[in-house]
């Protein structure tokens, strides 16, 4: 059974910082690019930050570059994303999400999303 599932988020003020973490299961994760989502209240999902199978390539939204940071650990099938100088804007409901693509098929998997809020 293919699960993912988020842990981490909190309410935090301004300025703090928070680690995001994945546990996957029931999946090959060493072969999935792993990326994190947020949804915020009346706004639609937007990527955050994703990391390669491997680890060896990451990507940022443009609001979270130099703050947020995406590493993974495969030995743990663990995918973390360290949030630091957090703003009010930063507040939504995070999500996780394992994707493999090949010439034949492709695997999209979600969890179901941790919420972080940012306020004083």
């Known amino acids: 059974q293919v699960q993912l599932v988020e842990s981490g988020g909190e309410l935090v003020q301004p300025g703090g910082s928070l680690r995001l973490s994945c546990a996957a299961s029931?999946?090959?994760?060493?072969?999935?690019?792993m990326t994190w989502y947020r949804q915020a209240p009346g706004k639609e999902r937007e990527l955050v930050a994703g990391i390669t199978s491997v680890g060896d390539s990451t990507n940022y939204a443009d609001s979270v570059k130099g703050r947020f940071t995406v590493s993974r650990d495969n030995a743990k099938n663990t995918v973390y994303l360290q949030m630091n100088s957090l703003k009010p804007e930063d507040t939504a409901v995070y999500y996780c999400?394992?994707?493999?693509?090949?010439?034949?098929?492709?695997?999209?998997?979600w969890g179901q999303g941790t919420q972080v809020t940012v306020s004083s």
């Open positions: 029931g999946f090959t994760f060493s072969s999935y690019a």
């Open positions: 999400n394992a994707r493999r693509i090949t010439s034949r098929d492709t695997w999209i998997y």
